[in-house]
């Protein structure tokens, strides 16, 4: 069974530091990974999403690379500001079939202080 | 601009009532889901449709039900609520292996 486990739970870094959240899967089987941002009591925000042949996508200040057959995704944040704090999940989806879900990790809390 | 609504941000209900959640799309998604989330567990998934009247369990569907009869709207069911089924709910919709859109979530309390 696919588990996505993400380090570390928590991160606080002060502002304008660049910062690496890091995810990893147990089954390279995957479709593509996505990242996310929740917000305190929130829904979540798709930041970025590989798909499964590309290596990299970049989104503003984000970067997120994929290396499938290693089973590891990060997320690169450039610069942080307050604004970035947040909750920021990974996600994969298995391979192409009807009706899959998104497997998730339980994420990193991001805390960025001025 | 992409839309994920669900129908509550907040509810209270009492222990054995049957409650509705309600989740409507904009983007003719073909696949729903809904999902919970609470602390140190992450976001687990209840069910998830694929198309109208096509539903197929999650995770931990034990105590949840629910319904697609249109394309748009996908609603989740506690057929008769208890205490530990307080969480946030979370639904979301896609297209097959693209991004996936969330909505608000609805903080349910159950008493």
């Known amino acids: 069974k696919q588990e996505v486990t993400q380090i570390p739970a928590a991160l606080s870094v002060p502002e304008g530091e660049n910062l690496v959240l890091n995810c990893s899967f147990t089954d390279s089987a995957i479709y593509n990974l996505q990242w996310f941002r929740q917000d305190p009591g929130k829904g979540l925000t798709s930041l970025l999403l590989i798909q499964s042949s590309q290596r990299e996508q970049t989104s503003g200040r984000l970067n997120a690379s994929l290396d499938k057959s290693s089973g590891r995704s990060t997320l690169y944040i450039a610069a942080s500001q307050p604004g970035d704090s947040a909750t920021y999940l990974c996600a994969v989806s298995p391979p192409n079939q009807a009706g899959t879900a998104l497997i998730f990790g339980k994420g990193t809390t991001l805390s960025v202080s001025s | 601009d992409v839309k994920v609504t669900q129908s509550s941000r907040y509810l209270v209900k009492r222990t054995g009532e049957k409650v509705f959640l309600e989740c409507v799309q904009d983007?003719?998604?073909?696949?729903m889901f809904w999902y919970r989330q609470d602390p140190g567990l992450g976001l687990r998934l209840i069910y998830f449709s694929y198309d109208v009247k096509m539903k197929e369990k999650g995770d931990i569907p034990e105590g949840y039900s629910v319904s697609r009869e249109k394309k748009e709207r996908f609603s989740l069911i506690l057929e008769s609520a208890s205490t530990n089924q307080t969480s946030m709910y979370l639904c979301?919709?896609?297209?097959?292996?693209?991004?996936?859109?969330f909505g608000q979530g609805t903080r349910l309390t159950v008493v």
């Open positions: 979301a919709s896609s297209e097959t292996d693209r991004q996936a859109f």
């Open positions: 983007m003719d998604h073909e696949n």
